[in-house]
């Protein structure tokens, strides 16, 4: 089993800057292998709609949602067993929750994000 442990989010002015990092514990042989990346789920959704924010897979390929193109950045570090998103000029728009997520089927807790003035 792998656990998945969310840091960092919290409020911000809008085109302000917010750094969220995953750490993964437990059973984390060949982690390297496996696409990481984040997700969210913004206010009054279901809990099926899951937003495509950034992936990155174990060579270092990265996929990101249309909506954050340009402005956030996705990185890891085999080495720590973390992977960290960092958004910039981020918008009001992107007030969800962030869950970290270990293919093919591990999530993290979810982590609040908060773009308001």
């Known amino acids: 089993q792998v656990q998945l442990e969310e840091t960092g989010g919290g409020l911000v002015q809008p085109g302000g800057s917010l750094v969220l990092t995953c750490t993964a514990s437990?059973?984390?042989?060949?982690?390297?292998?496996?696409?990481v990346g984040w997700y969210r789920r913004a206010p009054g959704k279901p809990l099926t709609q899951h937003e495509l924010v950034a992936t990155i897979t174990g060579g270092g390929t990265t996929m990101y949602g249309d909506s954050v193109k340009g402005r956030f950045s996705i990185s890891r570090d085999n080495a720590k067993n973390t992977w960290t998103l960092q958004m910039n000029s981020l918008k009001p728009e992107d007030t969800a929750t962030y869950y970290c997520y270990l293919g093919p089927n591990y999530w993290g807790q979810g982590k609040q994000v908060t773009v308001s003035s």
């Open positions: 437990g059973s984390t042989f060949a982690l390297g292998l496996f696409t």
